[in-house]
């Protein structure tokens, strides 16, 4: 299946072989240049999946790129001028009208698939025992259930871990009653920290797919919680949770016309380019943290000083150190946090200017793809496109096909 063969390329790239105590090969992997892809053999038509990028001035050995396949050169496109109505531009508008008809067509439950769990956590329960819970279950989210008034009491993320660091790293008196700190105590944590509470978005699983996102890009929120209301019992029931990555998913699967979408992201302005938020992997974890919550954003690039990508500090990355139930190792370095990955981290998929969406929702067909990095030739950072970016774009920026008379 093409999911596997994203992991088991995944896993060739993790920096698992890579000894702890040097931060300068932390990341290093078995995918450097002189590597033959491990996709090779399976693409013989794409000549350019044997392509070895450029030496990136010593640092070869630490960039991580799992998806090194996302856009080979045979597929990319030369920059063209700007005309008003080439077949490019009418293809555009055509393959954003036939995904916005699809969603004004579909219902938030037909996103979720066959058979899902839903893992729901009680406020009463302790940020400690919450944290334990989402790393046994795989998650990095769950619906909160306030059992005093059997209501649904918003959705808990990696946001909320953050904000208890910054929180403990501003009162380290207060860290010895880290341990009772409450799902229910949060809300003050937020006081104190002076930051907006998080979205309390939800819609029901009934309400159109289109209506919901557009609802959803208004609101800071990332995820949508289906909420039911139940009229015999006058209750609130949480059906599931859906993701951007979900919802993306979801169109790349029955929209063909995602094909359409060949303009390349330098000329539709998709992505962040100025002002990146960017680290070394000798900056700390906890500036890191400070960064992503007064930026709002979810990740970080790990970049040399002359701007070369070497990898991706995500706040799910947060979880991993916390787990250990030591505070203190948030004083590590990004690249000993980095070395601490899961032996299963997916890596970090890239793309570059001249790729339109058609070839980056193939890769949200096959793989769990949370974003993607803008990045040159020589694997310089030159921007970050996030799952919001791309779903601004599909619903609100791109312009559409008008409907014919
Ligand atoms: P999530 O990844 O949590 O599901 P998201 O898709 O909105 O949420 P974010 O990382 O929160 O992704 O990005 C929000 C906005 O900030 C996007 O427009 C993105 O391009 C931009 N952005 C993301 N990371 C950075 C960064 N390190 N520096 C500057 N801008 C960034």
Known sequence: MAENVEVTRSHNTTPTAIPPTNNAHLLSSSNNSSSPSPNSSTHPSHPSLHHSP?????HEATFVRPADLLRPRAISRPLTPARSDRPIDRDERAGLKAIRDFLRVRT???VL???FRLIELDVGLTVKESLNILVQCGIVSAPLWDSTTSTYAGLLTVTDYLNVVRYYNLHADKLKDIDSLLLSDLKDVEKVLNVKAPETLSVSPEAILYDALRKQLVSRARRIPLVSYDSDTQRTMVTSVITQYRILK???MNVKETD??????ETIKLG???KIVRCSMDTTVLDVVDEMVTKNISSVPVVTTEG????????VDVIEILK???YGNLTWTVGKALSARSQNHPGIYCCSFEDGLDTIFETIKKSRVHRLMIVDDNNYLKGILSLSDILHYLLVEGHEEPNQA
């Open 54 to 58: 450029p030496p990136l001035h010593g």
């Open 108 to 110: 938030c439950y037909e």
């Open 113 to 115: 698939p066959l058979s």
């Open 250 to 252: 979801f169109i790349a």
């Open 260 to 265: 359409m979408l060949r303009k390349p992201l």
């Open 272 to 274: 962040t380019y100025g």
């Open 308 to 315: 070369v990508l070497l990898n991706v500090f995500e706040a």
């Open 324 to 326: 250990t139930g030591d």
